[in-house]
């Protein structure tokens, strides 16, 4: 027992040194130097991955295992596109923004990927969508190349960009719930932070 007691003690916490916690959202400029970046780079997909994953505003799991027939038909790309969500089981509808549109057509047309292919299909096996895992790999490369603590940034990261942008311009709390797929407005309200960084907001803009 005392041996039991004595290796638990000694083991790390899983989150030693880490950051934990809700993920950071990206900036504007931030956005934009990721896209010049990969742009220039000609990554097309992880343009299109980047640009969709900031449209869609969709868990990692949804993202992943969509495929071309969820966002393109009769060869062009959708403005608009729905999707049944894993976690809740309930539909939901997202922009596809013309920049967007043009990096999936473009990295549709270079991967020659067939009308039900994964629209992200994996390198290692064609058959399979690219892993929760490599995604969050690619974030975490996408996060560094504009000199950001990945650290303080992940997948979720990416899903809670527009939203915290569409808050943060309308205020409109029901548009971001329906856009994010919530059930309750109060999972909105805890996942974007929004009461925290209000009162804050409140606070600095207050001479004492």
């Known amino acids: 027992m005392y041996q039991l007691l004595k ?3 000694d083991r790390a916490p899983w989150n030693k040194g880490k950051l934990v916690g809700q993920k950071l959202p990206l900036k504007l400029q931030e956005i934009w ?5 990969l742009q220039i780079e000609n990554q097309y997909r992880d343009l299109a991955l980047f640009n969709l994953a900031i449209d869609s505003k969709l868990r990692a799991c949804d993202l992943l295992k969509m495929r071309v027939s969820d966002v393109s038909n009769g060869g062009q790309v959708s403005s608009r596109a729905m999707i049944l969500q894993k976690k809740t089981q309930r539909p939901v509808q997202f922009e ?5 549109r043009s990096a999936i057509s473009q990295w549709i047309q ?9 629209l992200f299909p994996s390198r290692p ?16 490369s ?17 899903r809670r960009t527009k939203a915290s942008l569409i808050y943060r311009r309308t205020k409109n709390l029901r548009a971001v ?7 309750k407005l109060d999972s909105t309200i805890r996942y974007l932070g929004i009461e925290i960084d209000d009162a804050l907001e409140l606070a600095e803009q207050t001479e004492a």
């Open 125 to 140: 096996r064609r058959r399979s969508h690219l892993s929760t895992r490599q995604y969050a790999r690619l974030v975490e």
């Open 110 to 118: 270079v991967a020659n990927l067939g009308r039900r292919a994964y």
């Open 96 to 100: 596809i923004m013309p920049r967007t």
């Open 177 to 183: 719930q329906l856009l994010l797929g919530h059930a």
């Open 7 to 9: 290796h638990t003690e």
């Open 33 to 37: 130097g990721i896209r010049t970046r």
């Open 142 to 158: 996408w996060i560094s190349s504009i000199g950001l603590d990945p650290s303080a940034y992940g997948t979720h990261s990416l």
